[in-house]
């Protein structure tokens, strides 16, 4: 099935350190390393009175993470386009920065091609490849 | 029930003006105004040879688009938090500005709050929010 790319989405709850624009961003910087993706941009934003948006662009799409510290909850999304990159890769890291109780996890192929005639196909390298 | 906001996915197939960063950047801007949400920050990404990403950092969450030229495809998320946005009024405007000949969505309620006792309860106001 050729496809663009994986979208892993994450629900952390029971989490930790939550508030903390240093601990998304270091985050963010490990996850891009544990899943082997070029980073172009990378962006926190604190809020008043709490919460963080992380911001990771990459050339393989992005990771975003935006936290609700007062639930204890997170919700992460890790989009990577290109066939050999595996975006569960960052759920190790996620998991030592904020420690969840609990994961909640979906991954969503993107952009799937569909055409007549060939059953099985290879992933497509995608365009931001 | 309880949640912090509202996941919008989408995949657009069959569109238009997908290699221009001006048409990304012009489309953001509108989504953010159609769905009366608040913008801390936008950028724009052009690849080589084809393709751009566009980000839009909200107040509420965000807004992704990575497009695929010479798939005619779209890889396009809207997040709002809070319980009065509502991501799908993006639609009017991604018809206008790529016009897809096909659209794909899925929504998803992120961060359902679980409590006992409370079978019903109003969408949560979020931190980010």
Chains 1, 2 share one sequence.
């Not at 990459?58 to 975006?87: M, Q």
């Amino acid at each position: 099935m050729r496809s663009v790319g994986r979208h892993l989405v994450l629900e952390l709850w029971g989490c930790r350190n939550l508030n903390s624009p240093d601990a998304v961003e270091q985050a963010l910087r490990e996850v891009v390393a544990a899943c082997d993706v070029t980073l172009l941009d990378l962006r926190v934003y604190p809020f008043e009175p709490i919460g963080v948006t992380g911001v990771a662009v990459l050339a393989e799409s992005h990771v975003n993470i935006h936290t609700w510290p007062e639930l204890g909850y997170a919700a992460i999304d890790i989009f990577t386009c290109g066939a050999r990159k595996d975006p569960t890769a960052a759920l190790p890291v996620l998991r030592e920065f904020f420690a969840p109780e609990r994961i909640e996890s979906m991954e969503m192929t993107r952009g799937i091609v569909l055409r007549r005639g060939t059953p099985v196909e290879e992933p497509v390298a995608a365009g931001a490849d």
